[in-house]
């Protein structure tokens, strides 16, 4: 099948790329389009990253060390924000860009325009986000989940360029979404029927679809926000006959299935690097599949979680309470797949294999700590202390993050056509592997000891693990410059890879060349002549 | 002195789980009463179901990553499904959550009982402080956070209980059930007090309600739990249960001091007098947002220093502090602060700084906020 492939490539060599900084403006090709969303969130990470590094060396000891707590809320606010719609949310639009169409086998995105406007409303995006930090009041002080009336009547003049930037990300989304659908349902090659899909494109197949559905109830959100700030409405109000707590069921309703969207890319990501590196097939496709569904479905019914000390009646708190319990069976065969696809394996530990098992350990400590927080009565202790920031943090960093940086070194090889260097790779991984844990596993403690979340500065008693917890947390971030070097390095100097890269990888990208060329198929790979399920 | 300091920690946090002291402090409070002791018994026994799930999954990937590394001569299997364990699994997860929610179900239906209590308290959450209102009594105060700013500012040492100490705290009987009904005035906080096993967010327009029973005299310290503003770590909560006796003396006193604060506003205020009160008023309560020196944080605090109001237009500065300002963060103080404590604050604004060059240089003494209310009345 390669044979065929490389048979085109002489009859398109016209197709190759513009020159220069137009070829990144105008493209509406797929591979530059993943590369620029990989780019911007590597950019973005940093910076939420530098935020994070600042709110650590506030906590370092108790009493006020180098920010006001105003600007304090400002670094916890805006480090949400743009790690997650900045850094974990674009970084898997950019995986989609360069994956769906290579393992699906179709030439190109479905609408190759609106993808590249999706991208470049990004920057401009964050670039309104960010701008607020030098304007008058100062950036958005009021937590990622930004709680009315905090983020309305209270807020500094700056949140309208918030929730302007709010709107043009989820655009961006939104179009991003409607691409990855329409191309995942039209352009598949022939006879991959949607059982046959490689898990990757099946996860983000769901993931658009909540997308598609929830980015408009954020958009709602905030334009109620909008309208409560400017325009003398009182949705949010309580002194007009507004609620409050509304702000909070459309956020949630929003904030809880956007979890998932951070999460379930990574769960097609690690699939892939498992089986590959286990030299085995993934165990359980359909359930997995299924499992997927069925986590996207229960994402809708279970907002209330978020919220049970609102004082919400206990029939609210029961359903919230079981329907949350429920996510833990879908996930929970997740994690017995991924170690079946492993058993009897023949298991090799290259550094994107390192990460993956790093993600399957830790993302199953934050899913049981995400059991603990769904005990409706005992989520009263544990509400808004720092046990929450450690299990989210456990889902989201050593989760989706590390399925990020384990999806690069799997497939930059393929990318750029350059290995990595193995052993930085790996020094990496230990570094990493080491500081989040020294990072994260504390936190758990000082929550349930009592700590809340967003403070600046903290009583005596919690002095020694939130010093732990700076000194792991500055590791980490250290350790992720080693990352970027890595990457600069294989892309710079590193050795030429060849089609098939890992001896056990499986699936169409394999097939091609690496780098592939600008354009690949085409002309579409026939799987009903022999190759099986991609 | 950081690298001795972290030794110190890293061995500590190694060491935690071996002693049992230590363990203590890095749980959960057992707290001081039935339901809070109740909540923490189901955490820990969720707690406990879950380190033997992770350590069964963690222990067979261990094994799984040492027993299956790839090997010379040795092929992989190719099994991909089996369907039946697939099942088991899935069935035995769902009993361990069904043996799970039935303890959690329970407690939760004992946590939720919002009877009256033999005493009721409205908690009201303001940007940041809480107030206190004894329905029965008709006593009501204000508690601020009492560490001062050098201790935060790393002036002066920390104490034991550093952020966690306030001037007046909520004092309650020890043998009555206590129901409190929370609310915020301005933006949601939430009351938590760990060992009462008590979290509520107060929200405006919203009451909602908690209660609490407590056997043992002692005190009980807690924060807002709910980001809040700019503040929000400097709002803590001390709650101290008295006996039965105490407590009606604390009541008694807190009706004797409201008598005498009226009769305060019938004496002849000298201007030195007021502005000694006016500067200690104004340290606790205004400098959060107005800065020591009167410079605010414009846009969103306004600096009081050459301002037009403070300087020459007192009946609209006392309105101000009557009132608020609708839609900023300015509250009203007519509840907050007495009469004496208002007219020395405005006083103290208007000589300080070099307001009084610049503007009127007149006072307000506390007969005039008493017929500012009195007119409103």
Redesign the interface.
Known sequence: MSAVIEGHHDDHHHHGPAKGISRWLFTTNHKDIGSLYLWFSFIMLFIGGAMAMVIRAELFE???QIVS??FY?QMVTNHGLIMVFGVIMPAFVGFANWLVPMQIGAPDMALPRLNNLSFWILPAAFGVLIATFFM??GAP???WTF?A??ST??A??TVTYFIFAVHIMGASSIMGSINVITTILNMRAPGMTLMKMPLFVWTWLITAYLLIAVMPVLAGAVTMMLMDIHFGTSFFK??GG????LFQHVFWFFGHPEVYIMILPAFGIVSHIIETF??????????MVYAIASIALLSFVVWAHHMF???MP?AG??FF??ST??I??PT??K???W??T????????ETPMLFA?AF??LF??GG??G??LA????D??Y???YFVVAHFHYVLVPGALFSIIAGVYYWLPKWTGYMYDESMGKTHFWLSFVSVNLTFF?MH??G???M??????????FA??N??VS?GAFLFGLSQLLFLYVVLKAIFYGKKATGQVWEGAKGLEWTLDSPPAYHTFETPPNLESGEAKA | MYLKKLTLCLTALFLAPLSFSAWDDINMTPGVNAIAQEIFGLHMTIFWICVVIGTLVLGFMIFLIIKYRKKEGVEPADFDDNPKLELTWTILFALILVGMAIPATSTMIKAYDDEEGDINILITGHQWKWQYEYMEDEVSFFSNLKTSLDARNNIAPKTETYLLEVDEPLVIPVNKRVRFLITANDVIHSWWVPDFAVKQDAIPGFINTAWTFVDEPGVYRGQCTELCGVYHGYMPIVVKAVSDSDYKDFIQGKRDLKAQQALLTEKLWETDELFAIGEEVYLKNCVACHQVNGAGIPPVFPALAGSEIVMNDKGRQVEILMEGVQGAAMQSYAEQLTEVEIAAVITYTRKAWGNDAGGDGEIVVPKEILDYKNNKL
């Open positions: 108790p009493g006020s707590p105003e809320n008058e009041g002080n009021f937590g709680y009336p905090l009547e209270y500094p003049p309580a002194g507004g609620d409050p707590v286990s030299r085995k097939p993934i165990f359980g496709y359909e359930s000390t609102v004082g206990i708190e029961l309470m079981y319990m429920l833990a069976i929970g065969v994690v017995f797949n170690l079946s492993m058993f009897k394996g023949s298991l090799t530990f098992i399957v350990a199953t400590i049981l700590s059991i603990m005990i409706a009565p005992a009263f202790q509400h808004d202390t504390p403690f000082v349930l000891a009592g809340p979340r967003r403070i600046p500065d903290y009583a005596m008693q020694d693990y010093m732990i000194v």
